[in-house]
C-alpha cells in the first residue's frame, strides 16, 4: 500500500485545516487507518485512528472534540479535520494503515505515508 498526505501548510490558531491522505495498491477498505503527528525532537505520537469500516473512531485526548478522523473507501482517502488549531498542533502528521482497527501504537501499522508538515502560529 502506497500513501500520499497532503493538505499541511500554515494556519492560525484557532483556525482549521484538513489532510487528506490517498492510498494506493491493495483493497483500501480492508485496513484500519491512523494519522500520528511527530514535532521536532518529539517521538511520534497517536492523533486518531478509524476502523477499515468508518463506523468506529478513536482520538488521542489531546485532540478530541476538535479533530475528526473519517474516511472515502470508494476514493481511498481517509481525512483529518482539524478545527481549532493550536501551535502546540505544529507537527509533521502521518498517515499509516494496519490490518487490524484502533491501534494507537506505531508499531501496529504496517505502511507509512511520507507526512506534511502542518505549523500553527500564535
Known amino acids: 500500500v502506497q500513501l500520499q498526505a497532503s493538505g499541511g501548510g500554515l494556519a492560525q490558531a484557532g483556525g482549521s485545516q484538513r489532510l487528506s491522505c490517498a492510498a494506493s495498491?491493495?483493497?483500501?477498505?480492508?485496513?484500519?487507518m491512523g494519522w500520528f503527528r511527530q514535532a521536532p525532537g518529539m517521538e511520534r505520537e497517536f492523533v486518531a485512528a478509524?476502523?477499515?469500516?468508518?463506523?468506529?473512531?478513536y482520538y488521542a485526548v489531546s485532540v478530541k472534540g476538535r479533530f475528526t478522523i473519517s474516511r472515502d473507501n470508494a476514493k481511498n482517502t481517509v481525512y483529518l479535520q482539524m478545527n481549532s488549531l493550536k501551535p502546540e498542533d505544529t507537527a509533521v502528521y502521518y498517515c499509516?494503515?494496519?490490518?487490524?482497527?484502533?491501534?494507537?501504537?506505531?508499531?501496529?501499522?504496517?505502511?507509512w505515508g511520507r507526512g506534511t508538515l502542518v505549523t500553527v502560529s500564535s
Open positions: 499509516a494503515c494496519s490490518r487490524g482497527n484502533g491501534y494507537v501504537r506505531p508499531g501496529f501499522y504496517d505502511y
Open positions: 478509524i476502523s477499515s469500516s468508518g463506523r468506529s473512531t
Open positions: 495498491g491493495r483493497t483500501f477498505s480492508g485496513y484500519g
